[in-house]
């Protein structure tokens, strides 16, 4: 077919104009830690489509180098040593975990207690380090000169830290959250109107459908959870906001001002609810095709024929667990035909069997995406979850912290997962919760269609992102998307101010009305005595 020249042309300005669309500078203000690996995919496609990025760091970062040929860094001097502090807090959390297994209720629920506690604490002091360390930017006249005259196009934070929006109203630039919390909850509680009889509060492990206790103890949670979010944050950000952009700035709205927001997760993970129309869903935007794995690993998964594979890893963070519950798992997969590839940097369980792999490392999405791969051991974590969906690979989960409790039981209600408490773990209960997941076919039929649905888009998840963030480089920002809810009063926004002003009216007409009739009553009244008499 002969093209005509004209449309080769337009073909060619088209392409012109598209690639000159790009070319923004971003300044990335980034959570680490696993949020960070989720974060930096979107840099990587940034980067490849001809961005300019900058990140800021800090001195002491766990993953975020100095050096990348993706980014340039700006790293500020962080004021405390988080890192060993998290590590013990992790292990701390682990133990409190593990306590809460035979007991009563009631010792369960100061383990929970004791739980939160050690939460709450711990967020404050890593909330605590992060306004000091933004306070230390934000008296370095020199870097935030530099900062200022860089002329960036936008701010991409991840909102679980209040650094970047500050930074981004500080610089006077549009803002766009990576985001699924925010530092004062998750993101569509404080966005969007949340009815709470059918969204559950995080942590709360219910589904959309609760039944009266359950939405009692929602709407208690949610209540409680509110509360100790703002305990935790407030005291370390609101100074800040106060001094550096005056004391009527509305701390409670201040870190809600962003453009876009894009989502980390979809409506095939999450229940549906309403939500607002700056909210962008990227849900398992991470997610790639499987490359081949490495020679080794793959002779080990075609070894072990019609059977298929298991494999197992419980996240970035948590690299060994207690002795006894590791030789349990092992036990477990001792038991099983199938072969099993185990990410655990802990010492080797002695009952190992011969068909479990121990690895320090293994390439995750290219696993789960192997044709062999029957069943995901999992924790929850931010990129294991949707990389479930998004291969369609049945979980048995061991929930250990945070909201990752919470994201397994969207599977499980789903129906894609079996859930293990790690507290009563043991080899016939770990054993039993593999072989439902291996053999019970409904398991994976439903994350086979979960993951049809995922990939049933009009755009590719990190397409759209990047679709979301090169827009607000072009229109400047993404006002027009934004809702007035946040800017208006609880009153004003619940029009109790019109309910009163409507019930007074009422009021003072029913009341004009009776004191007529009694008027007309009494009249009539008088004139009868009067014809009376
Ligand atoms: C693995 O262990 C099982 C049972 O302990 C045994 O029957 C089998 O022969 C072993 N396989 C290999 C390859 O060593
Ligand atoms: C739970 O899943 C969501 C969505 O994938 C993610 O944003 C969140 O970080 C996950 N939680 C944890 C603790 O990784
Ligand atoms: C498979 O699992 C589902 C969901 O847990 C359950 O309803 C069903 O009875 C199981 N089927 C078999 C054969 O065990």
Request: glycine letters at 6%.
């Amino acid at each position: 077919m002969k093209v005509p020249h004209s449309s080769l042309i337009t073909f060619a300005l088209l392409f012109i104009q598209l690639t000159s669309a790009s070319g923004g500078k971003i300044l990335v203000f980034p959570l680490d830690g696993s949020h960070w690996v989720n974060m930096k995919v979107l840099i990587e496609e940034l980067h490849a489509k001809g961005h300019d990025v900058t990140v800021v760091r800090a001195s002491d970062s766990w993953y975020i180098s100095e050096k990348s040929p993706l980014y340039t860094s700006v790293t500020l001097t962080s004021p405390n040593g988080f890192e060993q502090n998290f590590e013990t807090f992790l292990s701390r959390q682990l133990e409190i975990r593990l306590q809460g297994g035979h007991t009563s209720f009631w010792s369960r629920f100061w383990t929970r207690i004791e739980m939160e506690r050690v939460v709450v604490d711990q967020f404050s002091q890593f909330h605590k380090g992060m306004s000091e360390m933004v306070l230390q930017m934000f008296e370095d006249e020199n870097l935030m000169q530099s900062l200022h005259k860089a002329k960036y196009d936008m701010v991409l934070t991840d909102p679980g830290i209040g650094g970047g929006a500050m930074l981004a109203r500080w610089l006077q630039v549009p803002l766009v959250f990576n985001v699924r919390w925010t530092i004062q909850g998750e993101a569509h509680l404080l966005m969007a109107p949340s009815p709470l009889s059918y969204i559950p509060f995080t942590a709360t492990e219910f589904t959309d459908k609760m039944t009266f206790p359950q939405r009692i103890t929602n709407v208690l949670s949610y209540i409680l959870g509110m509360y100790t979010l703002s305990y935790i944050t407030e005291p370390h950000y609101k100074p800040l906001v106060k001094k550096y952009f005056g004391p009527d700035v509305d701390y409670s709205t201040f870190f809600l001002d962003a453009d876009i927001w894009l989502m980390r997760n979809d409506f095939i993970f999450e229940y549906p609810r309403p939500t607002m129309p700056n909210i962008v869903y990227m849900g398992g935007f991470q997610c790639k095709p499987p490359k081949p794995l490495p020679v080794d690993l793959e002779d080990f998964v075609q070894s072990s024929g019609d059977h298929g594979v298991i494999m197992m890893t419980l996240g970035t963070l948590v690299g060994t667990l207690p002795q006894h519950i590791a030789e349990e798992i092992a036990a477990a997969f001792a038991q099983l035909p199938q072969k099993v590839v185990w990410r655990y940097m802990g010492q080797k369980p002695a009952n190992l069997g011969n068909n479990t792999l121990i690895v320090n490392w293994l390439p995750q999405n290219d696993l789960l995406g192997h044709p062999k791969t029957k069943v995901f051991v999992a924790h929850g974590g931010t990129n294991g979850v949707q990389e479930a969906i998004y291969h369609g690979v049945p979980v048995v989960g061991l929930p250990l912290f945070f909201d990752q409790p919470d994201n397994l039981s969207r599977i499980k209600a789903k129906g894609g997962a079996v859930i293990v408490d790690i507290a009563v773990l043991d080899r016939h209960i770990f054993a039993e919760a593999l072989m439902a997941a291996l053999y019970n076919s409904s398991y994976r039929e439903n994350m086979q269609r979960l993951s049809r649905l995922h990939r049933d888009q009009p755009m590719k998840p990190l397409d759209q992102a990047v679709f979301w963030i090169e827009y607000v480089i072009r229109h400047k920002g993404a006002r027009h998307l934004q809702t007035m809810s946040h800017k208006m009063s609880w009153f004003v926004y619940n029009s109790v101010d019109v309910i009163a002003a409507l019930l007074t009216f009422v009021l003072l007409i029913t009341f004009t009305f009776i004191s007529i009739i009694r008027l007309l009553g009494k009249m009539i009244f008088i004139r009868k005595k009067v014809k009376h008499e």
